[in-house]
């Protein structure tokens, strides 16, 4: 009996170091777990903090790129008034100088009869 009872003592020696073994590695584990989810959290506040700021980059995208397409717009816009006044400046100037041009041909007709008639004049003069 006294070996069943240092037999029962080593079991128990045994349980005891097995039990506070078990017990450490349970407190590890635990450790280990909190920090990982001290982790998530921090990783999860991260991720929050980028997508809010990837959002508000494509929101300012947006804006700049349809403050662009207003400006392009208005530049088309802007150029075609620009050629259309240019036509208009030239239809105004083309008209001014075919008037102009008839103008001188009518007078250049007038003047030729007049030289004809100066120089049937002076012919039957001569006569």
């Keep these: 009996t006294f070996a069943q009872t240092l037999s029962q ?3 128990d020696k045994y349980m005891q170091t097995e039990m506070q073994r078990l017990n450490e590695h349970l407190l590890q584990s635990q ?3 909190e920090s990982l989810e001290n982790d998530k959290f921090h990783l999860s506040q991260i ?3 980028k997508n809010a700021k990837m959002q508000q980059i494509e929101e300012e995208r947006g804006i700049v790129i349809g ?3 207003i400006s392009l717009d208005e530049m088309s816009n802007s150029q075609k008034k ?3 006044q240019a ?3 030239k239809d105004l100037l ?3 100088l075919k008037k102009i041009i008839e103008q001188i041909t009518q007078e250049n007709e007038a ?3 007049q030289i004809q008639t100066l120089s049937q004049s002076t012919q039957t003069n001569d006569d």
Aim: hydrophobic share 35%; charged share 35%.
């Design 111 to 113: 003047l030729k009869k």
């Design 94 to 96: 083309t008209n001014g």
């Design 82 to 84: 620009l050629k259309q």
């Design 9 to 11: 003592h080593v079991d």
């Design 47 to 49: 991720i929050n903090t």
């Design 31 to 33: 450790a280990m777990i």
């Design 87 to 89: 036509n208009e400046e």
């Design 67 to 69: 403050e662009l397409r």
